[in-house]
């Protein structure tokens, strides 16, 4: 059993920069791809980035693609993933969800998590 602790997110200005953990506790956590998810109020819940379980293979959303990067520690006696979001916009608001899966190399649909976070909330003001 995976059970995931996230932190980090708060209330920041535009331009400002977060990072997210998602920290892991069961022995199986070193075998799980991370993937990253979000809400906007009023919008449905999207992708944003997964990496794969051993951290040499990551993928993101267009609209983060170049200002969020999520990298693994796996291994230690603290299992923690990250993802480090710059350049906020207001576009970035919500809530912020980690996931384990077992598919390796993660992927895109959140129905392929069995594991998840309770959120972190991010809010960018203008």
């Known amino acids: 059993q995976v059970r995931l602790i996230q932190s980090g997110g708060g209330l920041v200005q535009a331009g400002d920069s977060v990072r997210l953990s998602c920290s892991a506790s069961g022995s199986l956590f070193a075998n799980y791809a991370l993937g990253w998810f979000r809400q906007a109020p009023g919008k449905e819940r999207e992708f944003v980035a997964v990496?794969?379980?051993?951290?040499?293979?990551?993928?993101?959303a267009d609209s983060v693609k170049g200002r969020f990067t999520i990298s693994i520690s796996r291994g230690s006696a603290q299992n923690t993933d990250y993802m480090q979001m710059n350049n906020l916009t207001s576009e970035d608001t919500g809530v912020y969800y980690c996931a384990a899966t077992f598919r390796k190399y993660g992927s895109r649909l959140q129905e392929e998590f069995e594991c998840w976070g309770r959120g972190t909330q991010v809010t960018v003001s203008p």
């Open positions: 990496g794969s379980w051993n951290g040499d293979s990551t993928e993101y």
